[in-house]
């Protein structure tokens, strides 16, 4: 199994220095010694307070965050986790999202997915309900777009009249693309357009927050894995080519207990099919984040 770090400044408590570019540029850097394969954040643009009052945290723009971080790595992977592509019009999120793959030197892992703040939204002008149609519309010029940028596309309230010059990103034939949410219409899209899936093991009531399917268990996790692989099968994709990311369980490093629970977990949820998972730091402080990150590099990624 490979692990992501997600940037501490996506914890609600997270202390505000992780906004500075010091501290971004070392959390890269560790995260990439300490052995994680991909370090990520999400994308809100135009959050409101009642969400940070309620458990949201800090945002950083994750093209401008991911491509500082680019820079003062070699080789770990810059996955955005998830840009929401309903908010923008496709032609802007190939330019984005190719030019971080371009900057990176192919590094880039594009999740992505429907969003689920009304108010945010509301603040950008998009209809909230209309955010399937764009993500299924928006994938399909995605795609065309980093393949065929010589083609026109065209879609709800954008049409190019000609052929466009656009540069193709860094990999072939385009960044891999990963796709999160846990029901029908998410493993749909990961067949028709997938690398990955990014599913949410949580409880009912988080899944209804996220405006997703719940998915509650091991079990349940691994049903859905099967189900993907039979659909992918079914459209002439090789069933285990899909990269499937998880959550990695809180766990206490110092405590050999919490460990092994933590380990066998994960080993579980890879029986399954996971072959990624996401990982949250220490928050507190830096200086935390950095000795967490360490010590769960020595621990879980390469223990001796």
Not at 136 to 145: G, T, V
Request: proline share 7%; glycine share 8%.
């Amino acid at each position: 199994m490979r692990f992501t770090i997600e940037y501490p400044s996506e914890l609600p408590t997270a202390a505000d220095d992780f906004l500075q570019p010091g501290v971004l540029r070392e959390v890269a850097r560790r995260a990439e010694a300490a052995g994680f394969s991909a370090i990520a954040l999400s994308e809100h643009p135009a959050p409101s307070v009642k969400w940070r009052r309620s458990g949201g945290h800090n945002t950083l723009d994750p093209i401008a965050a991911l491509s500082f971080m680019a820079a003062a790595t070699s080789s770990i992977a810059l996955m955005t986790n998830l840009y929401v592509l309903p908010f923008r019009n496709p032609y802007l999120a190939a330019k984005a999202l190719g030019s971080l793959d371009l900057l990176s030197g192919g590094r880039l892992i594009a999740g992505v997915g429907a969003g689920y703040l009304r108010s945010e939204f509301a603040a950008l002008g998009v209809d909230f309900d209309s955010r399937a149609r764009l993500l299924d519309e928006a994938l399909i010029a995605l795609r065309s777009i980093w393949t065929d940028p010589d083609t026109p596309v065209s879609g709800a309230g954008f049409a190019a009249v000609g052929p466009t010059w656009l540069q193709r990103p860094a990999q072939r034939p385009h960044p891999p693309i990963w796709i999160g949410g846990n029901g029908t219409a998410a493993l749909r899209r990961v067949v028709d357009h997938g690398g990955g899936w990014m599913p949410i093991i949580a409880p009912a009531a988080m899944a209804t927050t996220m405006r997703t399917a719940a998915i509650e268990t091991t079990a349940q996790f691994g049903a859905a894995v099967r189900r993907l692989r039979d659909r992918l099968e079914d459209a002439g994709r090789e069933p285990t080519s899909v990269d499937v990311q998880v959550v990695c369980p809180h766990v206490d490093l110092d405590d050999p207990a919490s460990l092994r629970q933590t380990i066998d977990y994960l080993g579980e949820l890879a029986d399954h099919g996971a072959t990624w998972a996401v990982v949250h730091t220490d928050g507190s402080s830096p200086a935390a984040a950095v000795d967490h990150l360490t010590a769960f590099g020595q621990a879980v990624i390469t223990p001796t």
